[in-house]
């Protein structure tokens, strides 16, 4: 079935680092990629998506490629923000025959001032 | 202009009691989830509902009994609590359109069993 792996947290960055949050997958055919936020206290929002191969998928200075070949699709951002402290969660859209979301574990990130 | 609402935010009961979460969406989706999270931020899908049907039913107890009056609405009722059902519980919906999936998450309910 299908399955992701994320890296496993928690993550603490000072403001301004470099963030890299790893991401890969086991699916049956070609789903859709996500980054969910979570930030304390509230329900998941999406981040980004990429729906097929070699796309990318960005907001708020977050990027994410559909890498089909590593079946990866890592969270980056070049300059975190103490606002960025939040658990991120990477999730594969149906494949074969998952008919919902598969969400990964969640990677807790905080940044320090 | 809130697009999943859940009532309460906060509930706090005893083991053996019977309660109620309310969800409702105000953007037209058809299909609607329950999710619990516990502790530890894992995410686990309970049920999911299409147009007032149940499409999936994952292994939970029968104590826990969705229901879903309307397609704008999902509801879940638990009987008699126990301890391990302390979590978060996030209601979702999610559109028809194409193959891009995205679920929108209420705010969570924060049950706490004692």
């Known amino acids: 079935g299908n399955s992701v792996t994320q890296m496993e947290g928690p993550v603490t960055l000072s403001e301004e680092a470099f963030l890299t949050i790893n991401c890969t997958y086991t699916?049956?055919?070609?789903?859709?990629l996500f980054w969910y936020v979570q930030y304390p206290g509230e329900g998941l929002q999406l981040l980004l998506k990429?729906?097929?191969?070699?796309d990318k998928g960005s907001n708020k200075g977050f990027e994410a490629t559909y890498r089909k070949e590593t079946t990866s699709f890592h969270l980056e951002k070049g300059s975190v923000q103490v606002s960025d402290s939040a658990v991120y969660f990477c999730a594969l859209g149906p494949s074969g025959s998952a008919r919902q979301l598969t969400f990964g574990s969640g990677t807790q990130l905080t940044v320090l001032p | 202009d809130t697009a999943v609402s859940q009532t309460p935010k906060y509930l706090v009961t005893q083991m053996g009691n019977d309660k109620s979460i309310k969800c409702e969406q105000n953007?037209?989706?058809?299909?609607m989830y329950w999710y619990k999270q516990d502790s530890k931020k894992f995410l686990k899908i309970m049920f999911s509902?299409?147009?007032?049907?149940?499409?999936i039913n994952e292994t939970v107890p029968n104590r826990f009994s969705p229901k879903s009056p309307d397609k704008a609405h999902l509801n879940l009722h638990i009987n008699s609590l126990e301890l391990g059902d302390s979590a978060v519980y996030f209601c979702?919906?999610?559109?028809?359109?194409?193959?891009?999936?995205?679920?929108?998450f209420g705010p969570g309910t924060r049950l706490t069993v004692t």
């Open positions: 953007l037209g989706h058809d299909t």
């Open positions: 509902y299409n147009n007032k049907e149940l499409i």
């Open positions: 979702a919906s999610r559109g028809t359109s194409g193959r891009a999936y995205e679920q929108y």
């Open positions: 990429a729906t097929k191969a070699d």
């Open positions: 699916a049956t055919g070609y789903p859709s």
